[in-house]
Every structure is written in structure tokens, then in C-alpha cells.
């Protein structure tokens, strides 16, 4: 770190550094054109121009940003900028000469001497800065543990600058090597790291180079690519982390500088689903919507997007009353002309559930309140059949005397040949939806749609797998319906 005099004079010690190289090329120049001596003549050229020069160097400098950049960021960019502001000072100190009548005393030679060796001094010495504040860095930062990454792409390549410049990651990390499939990276290095072949090589390259951690660099490597990299990782039976995505940090699920674990979530190979959303519309819009758990998870993402094609109203019911609460907030905020009516009720309470469709006599019922977690139903059985099973059969007779136009029974995958309390419950719901003769004579429309374990869902399995995964076991699966 620097020290406290040095941070709060910096502009002052700056100038000066810069005023310093200038005077030292430009004397330099005069000594490599006469190769020794300098004759008097020249000498006085030198004693009557060098403060207009230091002065159009400074100033010319300073236009460009020079005396405001940290030394130890110094890169590229900056390596370009200074050589645009030496070639403008050096058309500016030339047509300075010429107009003084001084081109004469001061050999063309000299001033491009001048150029090329300030151009050296002013790069050189911020280069040497951020060289000695990296070695210090990776002096001082004690035991580090070997790191392969693998992909030498862009990521890799920021993951690298990073921890050359001393950058946290959450650890200190020392990188060997470099795997990526292009052919061509191959027996090339990055950064001074080799990329030693494919990633297939992952487990000859860990033991070759004793790593003690793999970074997976490929932000946008497919669930595919990244499930096949796990694959290898887990073989190894060493750490693994990843790099996050910009748009990770971006949206805030992921901190700059640090590295992240591999949930399961990025290995499922999901295509998203894609719906028109102006056949939606031109079902939905301007009609009265219910939704039965309607702060849950499943139920909350219905309400977003059910809200987007604009329904006269949007009438939410649900046990918990902190969701409830939230999930109107955001509804409120993101669509304020769409009327949401939350309800805090239970679906087994008839008497309610009667009230409350007979005053909003709902066009479409989408029906997702659940008990949803598998282990918990089967020790609670009775509950999950007078939930999922009599609350059910409510909510469809409810919406059948009221003429709802179409009632959609939120179901799960578990109910496909079931073994569990919780998928034979869910399957008696399917089957009361579908083929209730009371309901089956009624106007209303009954459907069932199941779904798979939803990501981020309250009733998936995915949560489970996340411990093994991250302590680089094998993935099990210990129920028949998960």
C-alpha cells in the first residue's frame, strides 16, 4: 500500500516524475546525436528550448489523461494513450521551432530521439511500477495453492490479469497451466502460463502439475460442456470452482473477483420453453384470473407472467401471509393497472373458498397450491391427501358452480406411476380434475398440466444434490420418485 504522504502529494510527484523524464530524453537525445560531447552551439539550443518542451510535454500529457492513471493498472490501453500524447507534443514542440527559428540549433534527429526515448522512460517507469507491486504482491501473500483453469479464452485471460495484479479471487491462488479444446492455443502460453492441451488431458494435467484446485473458466460453456468438465473434475478428486458470467455480476448473484461454486441448476440440460405470448393474451386479457398458491413458487411466476398480458384482475390466495404480502408488493409495483387482490385463505375451508368465488366469479382458476416435498409427506400423509386431495376437489367445484371458464390443475411428474405419498396424492388430483363426473358435466374446461422439478422451486429435489456435489462425491439418488 502506498504510503499516506506519498497518496496525498501524488499529482505534485507526478508532474515532477514526468517534468524529470522529459529533461533526461531530451538530454539524452543531444548526447546519442553528437555521440559524446555536445557543441556549444547545440548546447545553448538545448539550455533556451528544453522548458518550453517540458511544458508542452505536461501539458499535452495532462489533456490526455497521463498524470491521473494508476501506475500499477497500467496496460495496453494506457501504453496507447501515452504514445498519442508524445506524438502530439512532438508535432507541437516541432511547429514551436519552426516558428522560433530554432529548428536549425536543434537537429531533427534530436527531437526524434526525444520522442522515442520519453515515449521509453514515461512507459518503462510505470511498467516497472506494476511489475514490483505484483512481485511484492505475490511475495506477500504467503502459501499459495496451485490452480489449473481450464478454457484460455477471454475469462481465462481476465481470471489471470487478475491474479497478476494481485486481485482477490476469495483465496490466493498461483495458475500452472491452461487447458482449452482450440487446437491452436496449444504450446502457446498466456500470460506467462503454458496451455498445456484439450480439456479431456484434465486428470494428467492435475497430477503432472500437483494442483490443488481446478478454475473452470468458460462462463458460457453449455449445461453439456459443463457437465462433461465436472465429470473430469470430479475424477480428479481435487476442488473445482468457476468464474462467474459478467451478467452474473452484473445482476448481483455473483461478486466481482471471487469465485463461485458449480450448482447442479448449470448442469440440467433445460431448453427453454418458448409460448406465444399473443395467443396468451387474447386468452387472458381483460379476464378475472385466480391463482391458488398464489405466493408459492409456482404460483408467484404464474402471477408475474399471467400479469403481463394485462387480466382485468388478478386474485392471488395463499396460507402463508408474509409471501402473500411480498408477492402483492412486487405485483403492485411492476403492473400498478392490473387490480391483484390478495386472499389469505385455505383451500380445505369450504365455506371461504365458496366467498370468495362468488364474489370475483374468476374466468380462469389455476390451481398450484400444494404440499410439494416428498419426504416430508410421508410423514405426514394425512395432511398431504387433505390438502392435495379434498383441496382439490374444492377449489374444481368451486370454480364449476361458478361457470370458470378454464381450470388448470398444477401437477407433477411424481404423479406418473406414483410410489409416494406425495405423487399418488397429486395423481388422485389429476384423476378427480379429469374425470369427476360432477365436473365432467359442468361448463368448465378442466385441465392438468405436470411439471418436472422446477428450478428453484420450493418442492424440488435439486437443493439435495447440492452438498455431494460440492463435496465432489457421486450424485445418488436414494428416493424412486426423485
Not at 490443488?212 to 460442456?225: D, F, K
Not at 405466493?295 to 403481463?308: D, F, K, N, P, T
Not at 410421508?378 to 381450470?407: H, K, P
Not at 389429476?430 to 365436473?439: A, H, T, Y
Request: with cysteine.
Amino acid at each position: 500500500m502506498m504510503p499516506p504522504l506519498l497518496v496525498r502529494h501524488r499529482r505534485p510527484l507526478i508532474l515532477a516524475g514526468h517534468a524529470f523524464v522529459v529533461v533526461a530524453a531530451y538530454a539524452a537525445g543531444f548526447l546519442l546525436r553528437f555521440d559524446g560531447p555536445v557543441p556549444p552551439d547545440a548546447l545553448h539550443a538545448f539550455e533556451v528550448t528544453v522548458m518550453p518542451l517540458v511544458i508542452i510535454r505536461l501539458a499535452v500529457l495532462g489533456a490526455f489523461g497521463l498524470h491521473r492513471g494508476f501506475w500499477r493498472h497500467f496496460g495496453h490501453r494506457d501504453l496507447v494513450s501515452l504514445g498519442k500524447a508524445v506524438a502530439v507534443g512532438s508535432m507541437i514542440f516541432t511547429m514551436a521551432l519552426v516558428a522560433g527559428n530554432r529548428l536549425g540549433p536543434v537537429p531533427r534527429s534530436v527531437v526524434i530521439l526525444e520522442a522515442m526515448l520519453t515515449f521509453l522512460f514515461a512507459g518503462g517507469s510505470r511498467l516497472a511500477v506494476r511489475s514490483a507491486r505484483e512481485w511484492l504482491a505475490k511475495r506477500n501473500s504467503g502459501e499459495r495453492r496451485t490452480t489449473l483453469i481450464v478454457g484460455a479464452g477471454a475469462a481465462g485471460e481476465r481470471l489471470l490479469r487478475q491474479l497478476m495484479h494481485g486481485a482477490g479471487t476469495g483465496m490466493e491462488l498461483c495458475p500452472v497451466a491452461l487447458l482449452d479444446d482450440d487446437p491452436d492455443k496449444w504450446s502457446m502460453s498466456l500470460h506467462g502460463v503454458p496451455v498445456v492441451g484439450p480439456i479431456s488431458q484434465l486428470r494428467n494435467a492435475v497430477a503432472r502439475f500437483n494442483a490443488q484446485l481446478v478454475v473452470i473458466a468458460i462462463p458460457r460453456a453449455t449445461p453439456a460442456e459443463l457437465r462433461r468438465i465436472v465429470d473430469l473434475c470430479l475424477a480428479t478428486k481435487v476442488e473445482f470452482k468457476r468464474l462467474p458470467s459478467m451478467r452474473e455480476m452484473l445482476q448481483g448473484s455473483a461478486r466481482s473477483g471471487e469465485l463461485a461454486e458449480v450448482e447442479l441448476e448449470h448442469l440440467l440440460v433445460r431448453e427453454p420453453v418458448a409460448f406465444d405470448s399473443d395467443l396468451v393474451a387474447r386468452d387472458l386479457a381483460g379476464s378475472v384470473v385466480l391463482i391458488t398458491g398464489g405466493a408459492g413458487s409456482v404460483g408467484s411466476e404464474l402471477a408475474r407472467q399471467i400479469a403481463r398480458v394485462g387480466p382485468s384482475r388478478l386474485i392471488l390466495v395463499e396460507q402463508a401471509e408474509s409471501a402473500l404480502y411480498f408477492v402483492h408488493l412486487e405485483l403492485e409495483r411492476t403492473h400498478p393497472e392490473i387490480a391483484t387482490i390478495p386472499i389469505v385463505a385455505d383451500i380445505t375451508n369450504r365455506e371461504v373458498l365458496s366467498r370468495i368465488f362468488e364474489r370475483h366469479r374468476p374466468d380462469h382458476v389455476y390451481h398450484a397450491a400444494a404440499y410439494k416435498h416428498v419426504p416430508m409427506m410421508e410423514a405426514n400423509a394425512a395432511e398431504a391427501v387433505r390438502n392435495n386431495v379434498l383441496g382439490t376437489l374444492q377449489v374444481a367445484e368451486c370454480a364449476a358452480r361458478c361457470g370458470t371458464s378454464r381450470f388448470v390443475l398444477i401437477s407433477t411428474d411424481k404423479a406418473v406411476r406414483p410410489s409416494s405419498v406425495m405423487g399418488a396424492t397429486k395423481r388422485v388430483a389429476e384423476r378427480i380434475v379429469l374425470g369427476w363426473p360432477s365436473l365432467r358435466a359442468s361448463k368448465t374446461e378442466f385441465r392438468a398440466v405436470r411439471f418436472g422439478n422446477v428450478l428453484g422451486s420450493e418442492g424440488s429435489v435439486v437443493p439435495l444434490f447440492r452438498k455431494q456435489l460440492a463435496r465432489g462425491g457421486p450424485i445418488t439418488v436414494t428416493h424412486p420418485d426423485v
